[in-house]
């Protein structure tokens, strides 16, 4: 399994602000690129994943992400923040050898 | 309706007696996985099956064991949980072992468990 970075571990954001959740991967071939939530004491829910074809990718409750395969990066984004996106958000490469790998997670405090 | 279904939610066990934590798929998934997720920490796979064939993570302790009877069910059986076993356990389903397929990875809510 290659490892992830996850470069922000809490990340405070006032509501309808926009936020960015940056991910870097180690390996520098195709993979499967996937962004998690997980919401207090429960599992986690995909917001978004990118296989092949556009590097820009939407997901669910307005969440983007751009895979860029020269920086190894593949940072979430959303325009404007809601009270109830405050979570935890794991990046997850899933590499050749069909393993999900998971970042240590960014935590997004959305403050009214 | 869940389609990943952990039971319990919560489950509370004694140092060093058996527990085992249930997990059910209305999927039809061929690929099941279970995670353990300590506090503060990422998801970390423990092992998985592909159909019947059990796969083990190199750095999995052997305290550590799963049963899949059917398609729909996987279970985690700790046989003597420590202290440092109390985490979040997630199961996890697949269609293949690419996690490409209809939903990619399907989680289920997770077990909390807490030793005593």
């Known amino acids: 399994a290659q490892s992830v970075t996850q470069l922000d571990s809490q990340v405070p954001v006032f509501e309808e602000a926009p936020v960015e959740l940056r991910c870097n991967y180690s390996?520098?071939?195709?993979?499967?690129l996937f962004w998690y939530v997980q919401y207090p004491n429960q599992g986690l829910q995909l917001l978004l994943k990118?296989?092949?074809?556009?590097?820009l990718v939407k997901g669910i409750n307005g969440f983007e992400a751009e895979f860029n395969k020269s920086q190894t990066s593949f940072h979430l984004r959303k325009p404007s923040v809601h009270i109830s996106d405050t979570a935890e958000y794991f990046c997850?490469?899933?590499?050749?050898?069909?393993?999900?790998?998971f970042g240590a997670g960014t935590t997004v405090t959305v403050r009214a | 309706d869940a389609m990943v279904i952990q039971n319990p939610r919560y489950q509370v066990t004694q140092f060093g007696k058996p527990v085992t934590l249930s997990c059910s798929q209305t999927?039809?998934?061929?690929?099941m996985y279970w995670y353990q997720q300590k506090s503060s920490q990422a998801p970390k796979l423990l092992f998985h099956?592909?159909?019947?064939?059990?796969?083990n993570e190199a750095d999995t302790p052997d305290n550590f064991q799963s049963r899949r009877p059917n398609t729909s069910f996987c279970f985690l059986d700790i046989r003597s949980p420590g202290l440092g076993d109390a985490a979040m356990y997630l199961c996890?389903?697949?269609?293949?072992?690419?996690?490409?397929?209809?939903?990619?990875?399907?989680f289920g809510s997770g077990t909390r468990l807490t030793v005593v």
């Open positions: 390996s520098s071939v195709s993979v499967y």
């Open positions: 999927l039809n998934h061929n690929v």
């Open positions: 996890a389903t697949s269609r293949d072992l690419t996690g490409v397929q209809d939903y990619g990875y399907t």
């Open positions: 997850a490469p899933r590499s050749n050898d069909y393993k999900l790998s």
């Open positions: 099956y592909y159909d019947k064939d059990f796969n």
């Open positions: 990118y296989l092949s074809g556009s590097t």
